[in-house]
């Protein structure tokens, strides 16, 4: 390209660059052959095979997040959906999938329970002895944070636990690995629908694009993107671009927002400790979107620039 090229496009060039060189890397070609090999026959769960017969009758709505590449916010955004979800009225359960690096359990302060989802999967305890209750009612089903407890997991018990897990659930939420290892595409098969979680930066497109694809090989229905620590605005790349590469419609923008890390030392979910912040508000959007609720912002009296989040339900109650 040269040098003189405008911005706009030097990043378009960039963008399908980036594509064109992820769907011929060799790595996706070998995590495509894992799936073909090991998974497709075995772990994964073909929810219409007859003994799913279950799943079929009351299937509850199932999303995965993943991310790709790790640290984008993955778990905080399944933390603050999950409650704000619960918050709107649903049953909702979160489900720790990332079981070699386990961290929602953190977010809520469980870190010390004894029994978490790798003694399930260890064949040692129910999943219902491995749920706990969170803010709002929300239901959490964290992994353990030791190493010794990694070891002893079968993931391949995963799929009897979220056939449990959805009896008693309308929504749940599974934070699945990074990467594009066996982990992560086994917890990748539980979901029928998948959220990319991404941070606006060329990295975290390019390793989203390949969980993307693999997703769709599996089965799991990618419905959009989530952008996280949005901030400045010249230094992140446009919203128009990522759609771009990833042929997915964005639908949220959460903010760089410092109050994150207030909530994870508080371990309370954002949506809880501090709901009028900025990366709460769009999580409380998104969950009442993702529900098919309707809101509004309703500005502050004052004239301050704060949103309230405002289903029409509880508006027409309130008349
Ligand atoms: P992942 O699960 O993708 O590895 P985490 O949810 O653990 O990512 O988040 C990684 C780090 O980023 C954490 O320290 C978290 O506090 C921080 N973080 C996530 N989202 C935001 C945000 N919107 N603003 C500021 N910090 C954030
Ligand atoms: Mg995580």
């Known amino acids: 390209m040269p040098s003189s090229a405008p911005t706009a496009i030097l990043l ?3 963008m399908s660059q980036l594509r064109q060189s992820v769907l ?6 070998f995590a495509e052959k894992i799936i073909k090999q090991n998974c497709l026959n075995s772990t994964r769960p073909n929810r219409f095979k007859s003994n799913d017969e279950f799943l079929m009758k009351r299937m509850p709505r199932i ?11 993955n778990t905080t955004a399944v933390a603050n959906l999950g409650t ?10 979160i489900l720790d999938a990332d079981v070699a690096m386990a961290n929602l359990g953190l977010m809520f302060g469980l870190e010390k329970e004894e029994i978490s ?8 305890a129910s999943i219902e002895k491995a749920t706990y209750t969170g803010p709002a009612g929300v239901r959490i089903v964290p992994s353990s944070i030791s190493l010794e407890e990694v070891r002893r997991a079968k993931l391949e018990h995963l799929k009897e636990a979220v056939s449990e897990l959805v009896k008693r659930t309308d929504i749940l939420l599974i934070d699945s690995p990074a990467g594009l290892d066996s982990d992560a595409i086994t917890a990748l098969t539980l979901g029928q629908e998948l959220i990319l979680v991404v941070t606006p930066d ?4 390019s390793d989203a694009l390949k969980t993307k694809i693999i997703s769709e090989d599996l089965g799991v229905k990618p419905i959009g993107i989530v952008v996280n620590r949005a901030s400045d605005k010249s230094m992140d790349l446009p919203i128009n671009q990522i759609e771009s590469v990833l042929d997915l419609r964005v639908l949220s923008v959460i903010p760089e927002d410092p109050e994150v890390g207030r909530s994870i030392s508080l371990r309370q979910p954002l949506v809880i ?7 709460a508000q769009a ?7 993702l529900l098919g609720l309707r809101w509004r912002v309703k500005p502050k009296k004052t004239g301050e620039e704060k949103f309230t989040l405002w289903p029409f339900e509880e508006r027409k109650k309130s008349r």
């Open 84 to 93: 704000a979800m619960a918050q709107l009225g649903k049953k909702v359960t």
């Open 283 to 289: 999580f409380i959007k998104l969950a009442a979107d």
């Open 63 to 73: 999303i995965a997040f993943a991310s790709g590449k790790g640290g984008t916010g």
């Open 117 to 124: 989802l790798h003694d399930v999967l260890a064949g040692g």
């Open 24 to 29: 011929g890397a060799t790595s996706i070609r």
């Open 202 to 205: 060329i990295a975290s497109l």
């Open 12 to 14: 378009f060039y960039c």
């Open 273 to 279: 400790c501090g709901p009028s912040s900025p990366a």
